[in-house]
C-alpha cells in the first residue's frame, strides 16, 4: 500500500486527530507523521503489525537455515565430517555425563 497526501499528518496536527486517524488506521489507511516536515513515526493497524513481525520472524529463521546449510557444504567440501557411528557413539558419551 503506497501512502497517499491525505496519509501524511505533521506530529503537531495528530495531537488533536489522534482518534480520528487512529480510526482510519483501524479502517485500513495508514498514517505518516512528521516532525520538521521529515518523517518520523507511522501508525500502524495492530493486527498488520502482528503480520508484519510474523513475516520478520520467519524470514529471519530462513535466513539462519540457509546460513546453517552454507557452513554445513562448506564442512563437508572441507572434509570436516563425522561418520554416523563417530555421532552415535559421541551422544552416547554426552548421555553417560549427563547420569
Known amino acids: 500500500m503506497s501512502i497517499r497526501a491525505k496519509d501524511v499528518v505533521p506530529i503537531s496536527e495528530a495531537r ?10 483501524v479502517a485500513g489507511a495508514e498514517k505518516l507523521l512528521t516532525k520538521n516536515g521529515t518523517a ?29 546449510a552454507e557452513r554445513g ?4 567440501l572441507e572434509g570436516r565430517v563425522k561418520s554416523l557411528e563417530e555421532i552415535r557413539e ?10
Do not use: I
Open 16 to 25: 488533536s486527530r489522534l482518534t480520528e486517524l487512529a480510526e482510519d488506521v
Open 40 to 68: 518520523f513515526v507511522a501508525l500502524v493497524d495492530a493486527k498488520k503489525l502482528d503480520y508484519y513481525h510474523n513475516l520478520e520472524r520467519r524470514e529471519r529463521g530462513r535466513l539462519l537455515m540457509l546460513a546453517d
Open 73 to 76: 557444504l562448506k564442512d563437508a
Open 90 to 99: 559421541s551422544m552416547r558419551r554426552r548421555d553417560a555425563s549427563r547420569k
